[in-house]
């Protein structure tokens, strides 16, 4: 018996040693946004670890960044969604976890980029509600702040046509301002003032605001920001179309 029991113990010391390793190896393309070659070691550990949370929300950031690889918006919706499906698998696997909320959070936002008017509205709701879990759970983690900002950005920008779905859907929709938007971007400037995006989302719900000058100061803060992040080169396109309708 006490064999049998060794034996076990060894196997599962070897399978999680060979998972970390595995992780390790996928962390460095993670690191340099080449998705195709994280999951070749992600996948693998996965196998070994499928209750692994932050590994699983590690799968799901792959599945969002290959998505601006990816030519059709089938394959990019279908990216999003595997993406959202680790996200969730996540959340499970440990629900105390701020980033696998954040992850579900984020998984939505790229969704609804894709989809109709109707979509964008119906996801709002948990793209907001998994931003604040993912807060409450970490006040530390700046990308939820971030998500958070952007949910009153973007519904307080939102026109009357969109406005009218939500209230069909929801009945009423959660107050949200432009105010709200920028205390949040303040918020995860103050945690990673590094994020160029921060800084460029708050300058455009200034001008959202017709806060002119204060736009034109923080767009052009973050346009000459390094590009650090997978989506830096987009959020700096953003902001110089921004900054052209000022």
């Not at 969002?64 to 499906?85: C, F, N, P, W």
Request: net charge positive.
């Amino acid at each position: 018996m006490k064999a049998i029991l060794f034996s076990f113990l060894a196997l599962v010391t070897a399978s999680a040693q060979d998972a970390a390793t595995l992780i390790q190896q996928g962390d460095a393309y993670d690191q340099t946004y080449e998705a195709e070659e994280a999951l070749k070691y992600y996948l693998p550990a996965e196998k070994l670890q499928p209750a692994n949370a932050d590994l699983l929300v590690k799968l799901a950031r792959q599945y969002v960044y290959r998505m601006t690889e990816l030519s059709s918006s089938a394959e990019k919706i279908a990216s999003a969604k595997t993406a959202q499906a680790y996200a969730e698998r996540a959340i499970k696997a440990d629900p105390k976890n701020s980033d696998a909320y954040l992850s579900v959070s984020v998984c939505l936002g790229k969704l609804i980029q894709l989809q109709g008017n109707r979509e964008k509205v119906t996801a709002s709701k948990p793209i907001k509600e998994y931003a604040e879990k993912a807060a409450k759970l970490n006040p530390r983690n700046d990308y939820a702040w971030h998500i958070l900002a952007r949910w009153h950005q973007g519904i307080a920008g939102a026109n009357s046509f969109i406005i009218g779905i939500a209230r069909l859907i929801y009945g009423e929709i959660p107050p949200a301002s432009n105010e709200e938007a920028v205390k949040y971007f303040q918020k995860a400037i103050s945690l990673r003032p590094d994020r160029l995006i921060h800084h460029m989302e708050l300058g455009r719900t200034y001008a959202q605001m017709g806060k002119k000058d204060e736009a034109r100061q923080l767009i052009n803060k973050a346009l000459a920001m390094p590009n650090r992040e997978k989506d830096d080169a987009e959020t700096k396109e953003r902001g110089r179309k921004t900054l052209a309708g000022l």
